[in-house]
């Protein structure tokens, strides 16, 4: 998939790996960005990038009409990124049943409704990309970490399913496994768990160019640091001592 005159679709662009994905994006000749934030205020530095190339939308994965809505404002779209996402720290079975609840939505149900949006307009168009940026924490679950793991498991499996789906439409299908990376989330778990700001961190724009230059070369699965590329060895070598080392993490 050539970055290069394509139009894509980042949603959570505002800030962190999207506005990141934005940038390297407009940096590849990409046409047209659709940046999508669930508040469209938030988009000004990013539309400052490139304002003849940034259309900033509406777009929260917690109220669906504004998915539809998005795609609706958006039919010349080639790439899609789902990469808007949230957190929630604390153990499954003490944590307030609600946030549980926002997490999966927001980076399980969320993403599907957006692919579902956007794949027969894909299809339509001859084909083109869906980019779903995950989480090395899809292979194995920390217990502090509450609902996102389990979220982004999730998240992995439905990525492999619509790619079998999509396939025979000349659509190709991507999952990204970034490991901590320097954002405002990784700093909202830190505050809560410092353990994890023990681990090192990779910079936006360094995951963002490693994200397109695995599009670009037909990469199903994306490990796009050096910590994801340490979870990539240790998960093809041995995912059950894996999963039993991050369980292990306090």
Known sequence: ?????????????????????????LARGAARVHAAARDPHSLEPVIALAPDRVDP???????PGTITAAAASAPDVTIVVNNAGTHG???????????V????????VGPLLVMRAFA???????????VNVVSTAAF???PSQGSYPA?????????????ADLAPYGI???????????TDMLDYVIGHEPTFGDFPRATPRDVARAVLDGVEAGDEDIFPDPFALEIEAEWRADPKALAARLAAIE
């Open 89 to 99: 720290v604390g153990h499954l079975l003490e944590m307030d049943l609600d946030v």
């Open 101 to 108: 609840e926002k997490v999966l939505m927001t980076n399980c």
């Open 1 to 25: 998939m050539k970055i290069e005159g394509s139009v894509a679709l980042v949603t959570g662009a505002n800030r962190g790996i999207g506005r990141a994905l934005v940038a390297e994006f």
């Open 151 to 163: 979220s982004k498991a999730a998240l992995h499996s439905m990525t492999q399913a619509v790619r």
């Open 57 to 63: 939308m509406e777009l929260d994965l917690d109220r």
């Open 120 to 130: 027969h307009m894909l299809q339509h168009r001859g084909g083109g990309a869906i």
């Open 172 to 182: 190709s299908v991507h999952g990204v496994y970034p490991g901590p990376v320097d």
């Open 140 to 142: 194995g679950a920390t």
